[in-house]
C-alpha cells in the first residue's frame, strides 16, 4: 500500500521514452490515467507486451519466498465477465523491497523492480499470477502489498486497492480503513495448497470507486 500523487513530469518521461522507441520518433496513443491522482500509474506502459496470456509469473520458479498463487475474475459494472482486460501486478520480494533488474526504461518502472509483469483476462474475465508471498516493507507498518493496475485498451487506465492479506498483522483497523474499494475488495484470505503454497483469490470490479471513469 502506498499513498498516491500527480505524475506528470513521469508521463512527460514516459512519452519521451515511447516516441523514442517508435519509427520516425510518433508516441503511440496511450490511454489516459483516471482516479487522479496516482503516482507510478504510467509505468504499466513501460515494457508492455504485444501480446500476453492470461497467466503470468513473477520472477523465476526459484524466486525465494513461499509461493503463493493469485487467482481472479474481472467483471464490469454490470457483473458480466471482461475479456481481454490487461492487469499490471508488481510487488516485493521476500525481504521486502523491490528487486533491481527487468527491462523498465523509465524511473517508475525501474523503482517498481523487476517483480513484475503483465497479463490479459481471458474469454470468462479469468487471470492468475504465479509469485511468491511478498515481504513487509522493513521497519515499516506498511503490511504485505501486490500491487494492481488496470489497462483497459481503448478506454482509461487507474490502479485499484492492492492486495493485501488477512492473517497479516500489521493489517490493522487502521491500515483496513485506507482500503477504498477501488476495484473491489483487496482484502484476501490466503489458504494453503497441496504443497504448502498460497492461495489467495482477488476479483475485480472494472471502474468501481475510481473518480474519473469514463461511463460505458
Known amino acids: ?14 512519452l519521451s ?16 490515467v483516471v482516479g487522479l491522482p496516482c503516482e507510478g500509474c504510467e509505468a ?3 515494457g508492455l507486451p504485444a501480446s500476453m496470456g492470461p497467466s503470468l509469473r513473477l520472477g523465476s520458479a526459484d524466486e525465494p519466498g513461499e509461493p503463493l ?17 490487461i492487469l499490471y501486478f508488481y510487488q516485493t520480494d521476500a525481504t521486502g523491497l523491490y528487486p533491481p533488474g527487468g527491462r523498465a526504461r523509465t524511473a517508475e518502472g525501474k523503482r517498481h523492480g523487476r517483480l513484475r509483469g503483465w497479463l490479459r483476462t481471458d474469454d470468462t474475465g479469468a487471470y492468475t499470477v504465479e509469485t511468491i508471498r511478498p515481504g513487509g516493507y522493513p521497519g515499516d507498518v506498511e503490511p504485505q502489498h501486490i500491487h494492481i493496475h488496470v489497462l483497459e485498451p481503448g478506454r482509461c487506465t487507474y490502479y485499484i486497492d ?21 476495484g473491489g475488495n483487496g482484502i484476501v484470505t490466503p489458504t494453503r495448497d497441496e504443497h ?3 492461495l489467495v483469490t482477488r476479483d475485480i470490479t472494472l471502474g468501481k470507486s475510481i473518480a474519473g471513469y469514463p461511463p460505458r
Request: proline share 7%.
Open 1 to 14: 500500500m502506498r499513498l498516491h500523487s500527480g505524475g506528470l513530469a513521469l508521463g512527460a518521461l514516459m
Open 162 to 182: 492492492d492486495v493485501v492479506f488477512e492473517d497479516d498483522p500489521r493489517l490493522t483497523e487502521r491500515m483496513r480503513a485506507r482500503m477504498t474499494g477501488r
Open 44 to 46: 504499466i506502459f513501460d
Open 17 to 32: 521514452v515511447l516516441a523514442s522507441c517508435t519509427p520516425g520518433g510518433t508516441a503511440p496513443t496511450l490511454e489516459p
Open 69 to 85: 498463487q493469485l487467482t481472479g475474475v474481472v467483471r464490469d459494472g454490470a457483473g458480466n465477465p471482461a475479456a481481454g482486460v
Open 196 to 198: 504448502g503454497g498460497w
